[in-house]
Structure formats: structure tokens, C-alpha cells
């Protein structure tokens, strides 16, 4: 692992960040196709050849992508939906991938001061990325990615940049890898209003693991490593300070540090177990979607997420199941295709 020193020398200088929902263009954090959403969340050190996998980290693409047109759609809460479309080539010997990544957010009505219904307006959120690999030697490979990032909310528009750094470590000897991707660090173009907010980066780093004796591999990831607290803290905890927005209180109480879920929520886990050549089982969790979304008396299966994948000679179709509350489960369907199969 020659090249841990560099991207961990690169990575160190990036000691900012914020958690998505805290900044602009959130909605590149939602996976790109349903391998990815029925694993936690995070794919950037898993093994594919679905081209959408490049847009977690560029540094996946390879030759096995090229050629293959990859189509995904996540039926979101309510009318909104994510959907995703990436197609990976091969220019003079050079690998490349081009992602178009969009959030419908849905119909929203306008009132009057008074309350009455004027018209409805929508809201569309849009990322084209366009990412590039490099082989570093048999087991390292680099990429790049640039992305162009826009959104309209009726009269309100914005736009901004964003470039990704990622690296990609795989011992196919030992079935092992290892990845770390800086995300998401740009700048805004334009903004609505006087409004210009910062694009914050997310580095994430993920290891994965294949077992010998059993078909299974598992991959444990960590995000938003640049921010240490990344815990949501309600105004209704009786250890909630209102005024410094931090813990303590003014009654003679213990004070709770909340350690050890300020680093579990950093984390997400994944497992893929292959039934057969052509279907796959998936099974993930997210800790900070969990710590977000569950409620105090009832968590259900919020956090955790299911799939499969069954594989064909001319396709590979996916689905996830993504409960976010008790109040609204999500489906994820992604299929790829290879256009030179079906047109011979």
C-alpha cells in the first residue's frame, strides 16, 4: 500500500465539512443505483461493473463498465423521486464515465398572505458528472470527477462545481479492498437571492472484505469524516442547551456526551450473499440515517436496507428496499444493459 501516504497527506488538508441537509445539494448523497442503497448507502469500495458506481468514487471504473448504459429510479417520500442514468466509454486508452444524476422534489402550492391558493410551482435538482480513471499499478487505481451542479425551485435558481478525488485498493488474492474518496468539495456559481452557501466536502474511506469458505462479502464505511459531531441534538432533551446549541443543562443533571453515537453515526455496514451465479442478496445498515429518523419509542427497520440482484445474459436488474421512518418506505430499481448485445 505505497500510495496510503499520498491521498492521506491529500485528504488531511481537507479538515472541514458539514452533513448533507446542512448544505446545498444534498441529494448527491442518495446512491446512484440499488446495489449501493440496499448496502448502507456508501459503494465506494465494492467491486462492480455498473458504471453508476463511479459516481461515489471514479477510481471504480474499469473495462468490465465500458460499453454498459446503467438506468436507476428511486421512488422517494411522498411524489419525489431520484434518478439516475451513467454510461461508462473508452477514449485512447483512457477510462471515463458520465453520470446525470436528478432529484424531482415534486409539486409544491403557492398561497397568498392570507392562505388562499395561488398556483403550484416545482422543484428539480440536477448533477451531470463526469468522472476519470487511472490504473496506478495492479492493485491501486486513481479517478476524478467533475461535476456540474444546478437547482430550480419555482423563480429561484442556483448552480455550483464540485470536483471528487478517489482512490481504489483490490487484492483479488485475498478478495480484500479498500477505498477512500474526498466528495463534494466545490464551490456555488450562482445562488438564490443574496444567498451563496458553501459546498462542504465528505470524505468517506471503506474496506470490504470477500470470505473464503462462504460466498459472502461484507463492507464496513465511515462518511463525513472531515466533521467529528455530525449528531443532530434536539431542542427537547433535557441535556440541550437552547442557547449554545450544545449539551448542558442548567438543572443540577449529569451531562450526557453522547460519545459513542457521535462516532457509530459516522458509520454504515453492508453484506452481499451470492445464492447462486445469477442472484444476489443484499443486506445494509446506515447508523446516521437511524439517529436521524427513528423515533424514541419505536425505531422499526429505519437505518437498514434490503435487496437483490438477479443477473442475465443480456441484463442485470436490481431492487432496494429502503425504509427512511415508519411513516414511508422507499423502493430502488436499477437495471443494466449492454446496447452491443441487444443490437448484433
Not at 500510495?3 to 448533507?20: E, K
Not at 459503494?43 to 471504473?61: K, Y
Not at 470527477?145 to 430550480?152: D, F, K, T, W
Not at 470524505?203 to 466533521?227: D, W
Request: no cysteine; charged share 15%; net charge positive.
Amino acid at each position: 500500500m505505497k500510495f496510503a501516504p499520498l491521498f492521506l497527506l491529500f485528504f488531511s488538508i481537507y479538515g472541514f465539512g458539514q452533513t448533507g441537509g446542512r448544505s446545498p445539494f444534498a441529494f448527491t448523497q442518495n446512491a446512484p443505483n440499488a446495489a449501493i442503497s440496499s448496502m448502507g448507502g456508501i459503494g465506494i469500495g465494492l467491486p462492480s461493473n455498473d458504471p453508476a458506481s463511479a459516481f461515489q468514487n471514479p477510481a471504480l471504473i474499469n473495462p468490465s463498465m465500458v460499453g454498459k448504459l446503467s438506468l436507476s429510479h428511486h421512488n422517494f417520500l411522498s411524489d419525489a423521486g431520484i434518478s439516475h442514468v451513467s454510461y461508462a466509454l473508452k477514449i485512447k486508452k483512457q477510462l471515463f464515465s458520465v453520470n446525470l444524476h436528478a432529484f424531482q422534489a415534486g409539486d409544491f402550492e403557492t398561497t397568498d398572505i392570507t392562505g388562499n391558493p395561488t398556483g403550484t410551482f416545482t422543484g428539480n435538482e440536477t448533477a451531470v458528472q463526469v468522472g476519470w480513471n487511472k490504473t496506478l499499478s495492479n492493485k491501486w487505481s486513481g479517478g476524478m470527477g467533475l461535476r456540474y451542479l444546478g437547482a430550480s425551485y419555482g423563480f429561484y435558481h442556483y448552480a455550483g462545481m464540485s470536483a471528487q478525488l478517489g482512490f481504489f485498493y483490490n487484492d483479488t488474492a485475498k478478495n480484500t479492498t479498500f477505498a477512500a474518496v474526498l466528495d463534494q468539495a466545490g464551490v456555488m456559481l450562482g445562488a438564490a437571492g443574496s444567498v451563496r452557501e458553501s459546498i462542504p466536502a465528505n470524505l468517506q474511506i471503506s474496506y470490504s472484505k470477500k470470505l473464503e469458505h462462504l460466498p459472502l462479502r461484507f463492507q464496513i464505511g465511515a462518511q463525513h469524516l472531515t466533521r467529528w459531531n455530525i449528531r443532530y441534538y434536539d431542542p427537547a432533551d433535557p441535556y440541550y442547551n437552547p442557547v449554545t446549541q450544545t449539551l448542558g443543562s442548567t438543572e443540577p443533571e449529569p451531562v450526557k456526551n453522547y460519545t459513542f453515537d457521535k462516532v457509530f453515526r459516522h458509520f454504515t455496514f453492508g453484506a452481499e450473499l451470492n445464492l447462486s451465479k445469477n442472484l444476489q442478496a443484499r443486506m445494509g445498515y446506515n447508523a446516521l440515517r437511524r439517529g436521524e429518523l427513528t423515533l424514541p419509542t419505536k425505531g422499526g427497520f429505519t437505518g437498514f436496507s434490503f435487496g437483490f440482484a438477479l443477473k442475465t445474459k443480456r441484463f442485470e436488474f436490481g431492487l432496494a428496499r429502503v425504509p427512511f421512518a415508519l411513516a414511508g418506505k422507499t423502493t430502488q430499481f436499477s437495471l443494466i444493459l449492454n446496447p452491443s448485445v441487444w443490437f448484433k
